[in-house]
């Protein structure tokens, strides 16, 4: 069969068949999430033009769990071989791996945090941006703890990567300021322990496209 007539039909089988997210930007992380943890290695398949969805891969020996979430609170998990994951261009999610998410309490609190711009950080003589968001009530802040962005340079051409459906996400969308770029570093800290670290280790450009089966029931 004609290969571009082949790519036709895929494209209107994907039409047909439910929601489609395209993504442009690799990134990869290596994620820590506190002092007794091991570090693991993650990636995240990213829009560079639009922020308000994320595809999130956890690597477990051979295989991956994927994770793509959505602003509006749709969510979706599998898991496959990594192989698998990577040979294909194209994924594509039946509604038994989808859920509906309620976002309104990190909608609700976006009037109660804020984003601060930090002193410049320097790593390996790079001079990097610094924002930090807490909580606008200094009582607060000290119970919900503190997340800090470091941006990564020239990465101005993705909007911040904030994860779709959370606190810092919301204020962004409402107009509070946070540069656009991917981040080098991000992590928590509360009690003045750091939690949740993420180091970005590399980024490029690279195509994913993932298909969520059409009429599913939340």
């Given amino acids: ?22 993504f442009d930007t690799y990134s990869e992380y290596q994620f820590k999430k ?39 609170g749709q969510k979706a998990m599998l898991k496959m071989s990594k192989d698998d994951f990577f040979n294909e261009e194209s994924i594509i999610v039946n509604c038994s791996s989808t859920e509906k998410q309620d976002l309104s309490n990190a909608k609700n609190s976006v ?8 002193n410049d950080t320097i790593i390996r003589k790079d001079t990097l941006q610094h924002y930090v968001i807490r909580s606008v009530d200094p009582g607060a ?17 993705h909007l911040p990567n904030v994860t779709p459906g959370t606190i810092p996400y919301f204020c962004w969308a409402s107009g509070k300021t946070l540069p656009s770029g991917l981040f080098r570093q ?7 322990e750091l939690l949740e670290k993420m180091i970005l280790t590399d980024y490029k450009k690279l195509k994913k496209v993932l298909v969520i ?5 939340y």
């Fill in 213 to 217: 089966e059409r009429g599913c029931k």
């Fill in 186 to 192: 991000t992590y928590i800290v509360k009690d003045e």
């Fill in 34 to 72: 506190d002092a007794k943890t091991d570090v693991d290695k993650t990636f995240e398949f990213s829009n560079s033009k639009d922020n308000s969805y994320i595809l999130s891969v956890l690597e477990k020996g051979k295989n991956v769990t994927v994770t793509f979430l959505h602003a509006s």
């Fill in 111 to 118: 009037i109660s945090f804020d984003f601060q711009k930090l």
């Fill in 1 to 22: 069969m004609n290969k571009h007539f082949t790519a036709l039909l895929l494209l209107i089988s994907f039409a047909g068949f439910g929601q489609r997210y395209e």
């Fill in 141 to 157: 802040a000290k119970e919900s703890g503190e997340r800090h962005f470091i941006i990564q340079k020239s990465t101005e051409f």
